[in-house]
């Protein structure tokens, strides 16, 4: 069975410092990776994946995520966070055709 | 990516009536799609797999007779909340995948029982 682990529920970043967003895993198998993000009252945006290539996965708007199997994370990065990235971020994975298994999720707020 | 529509978008209704909610996949065919709930500041929590042209396979703790799901075509699935009540006020998203592992999901439905 997979599980995901996202350490904080709410991080507070200022605008223009390093966003961390940390996620930890668990599969006996190789496990597909994914990071969402959700603004209020919308569905959910892909913002990249890892998929057995890469380990440095780049995403949309300036993310990107590591996948470390020797740590079983895949931690959510970005350089400089903006205001428009204040939303509420989830980690999830999944193998082959299985269902989508989701972190608890992790609200950032991004302060002027 | 690929579009994945949910309709509506919110819908009030009230106590003891039935609410349809819509999942299509607008530019694939989905044999599978998922109906997932989130109920506020919490994660997402998958209520059931949709297959096309056969049963729908529930969670466990989930009323297949209140959450009766339709996936009559390959674009397709319907979430009907059957008599609804308060408790059932919630926010419903869909997913579907066109191929591999990657999921798009729908707009979400804010649904408010009163």
């Known amino acids: 069975a997979q599980s995901v682990t996202q350490l904080g529920s709410h991080v507070s970043v200022s605008e223009g410092a390093l966003v961390l967003l940390r996620c930890n895993y668990s599969s006996s198998v190789p496990p597909y990776l994914f990071w969402y993000v959700q603004y209020p009252n919308q569905g959910l945006q892909l913002l990249l994946k890892y998929t057995s290539a890469a380990t440095l996965v780049k995403g949309i708007n300036g993310f990107e995520a590591e996948f470390k199997k020797s740590e079983t994370s895949f931690h959510l990065t970005k350089p400089s966070a903006h205001m428009s990235d204040a939303a509420e971020y989830f980690c999830?994975?999944?193998?082959?055709?299985?269902?989508?298994?989701f972190g608890k999720g992790t609200k950032l707020s991004v302060k002027p | 990516g690929a579009v994945v529509s949910q309709h509506p978008s919110w819908v009030i209704c009230k106590s003891g009536t039935s609410v349809k909610i819509e999942c299509r996949s607008l530019d694939f065919q989905a044999t599978t799609m998922f109906w997932y709930r989130q109920f506020p500041k919490q994660s997402l929590m998958l209520m059931a797999t949709?297959?096309?042209?056969?049963?729908?396979?529930?969670e466990q703790g989930v009323e297949k007779d209140k959450f009766l799901i339709n996936h009559a075509s390959l674009t397709l699935s319907t979430l009907t909340v059957t008599s609804a009540h308060p408790e059932d006020s919630s926010f419903y998203i869909c997913?579907?995948?066109?191929?591999?592992?990657?999921?798009?999901f729908g707009q979400g439905t804010r649904l408010t029982v009163v």
């Open positions: 997913s579907a995948r066109p191929g591999g592992v990657e999921a798009f």
């Open positions: 999830a994975v999944t193998v082959s055709q299985g269902n989508l298994i």
């Open positions: 949709s297959n096309e042209g056969s049963k729908a396979t529930y």
